[in-house]
């Protein structure tokens, strides 16, 4: 089993280009998420699809659109890159059960914009 | 509202025990989590525990749970150059769906 997979592994934009984020588990969890991680941040959620046909925004979603392809893939979007852009971007997927909420996370997109 | 805090650096030399701490603010949380990541890599779960534990041991590692303080920390017992690495804490509330929420991390550097 892969796991979580994401490509690219490292991308640069110039300020104004779009891009997509592809994401795939293949673990048969139903959630799935997309965090960005900055210095001195921590991890911050951009949006999580709960389940198969669903999408919410997290805590930073604006500048970002998702689309949950299936119950595998989980893209992520920007429309006109900006510098404040410039992150690492993780996948992540989770089976809840009960009250339990393990993510398994990928290894993430090095997204720099110019 | 959710909120996860951690001290961001702590260094220690190899062989020593290191202890990383986290406060929370969800008392319904009812699993806590301990993340590692490792320079260049993605997140991978360490340990958990459940809330109606206040200790939990797994080798070289000791998480305990004060759910009066909710202060959770993580011990490293002799720790080596290889656990250098950025630790995260997260707790779970158990509300609905919810995500994970997650601290910002402490940076853990084991000098020789």
């Known amino acids: 089993n892969a796991g979580v997979t994401q490509t690219p592994k490292f991308q640069v934009l110039k300020t104004g280009q779009s891009m997509t984020l592809q994401c795939a588990q293949d673990?048969?969890?139903?959630?799935m998420y997309w965090y960005r991680q900055d210095p001195g941040m921590g991890l911050r959620l951009i949006y999580y699809?709960?389940?198969?046909?669903?999408?919410d925004k997290g805590e930073v979603p604006n500048g970002y659109n998702v689309s949950r392809l299936n119950k595998r893939e989980f893209s992520l979007r920007l429309e006109s890159a900006a510098p404040s852009q410039t992150s690492v971007y993780f996948c992540?997927?989770?089976?809840?059960?009960?009250?339990?909420?393990?993510?398994?996370f990928g290894p993430g997109t090095r997204l720099t914009v110019l | 509202g959710e909120d996860v805090e951690q001290s961001l650096f702590l260094s220690v030399r190899e062989g020593d025990s290191s202890v990383i701490n986290c406060t929370y603010t969800?008392?319904?949380?009812?699993?806590l989590y301990w993340y590692k990541q490792e320079p260049g890599a993605g997140l991978q779960l360490l340990t958990y525990?459940?809330?109606?534990?206040d200790m939990k041991q797994d080798q070289r590692l000791t998480v305990l749970l004060n759910k009066k303080d909710k202060h959770l920390s993580l011990r490293i017992a002799d720790t080596q150059t290889g656990d250098s690495a950025i630790y995260f804490c997260a707790e779970s509330p158990n509300s609905g769906y919810s995500t994970l929420t997650f601290g910002k991390g402490t940076m853990l550097l084991v000098s020789p």
């Open positions: 992540a997927s989770s089976q809840r059960q009960g009250g339990y909420n393990e993510q398994f």
């Open positions: 969800d008392s319904s949380s009812t699993y």
């Open positions: 699809s709960a389940s198969e046909g669903t999408t």
């Open positions: 525990i459940f809330s109606n534990m």
């Open positions: 673990m048969n969890h139903n959630s």
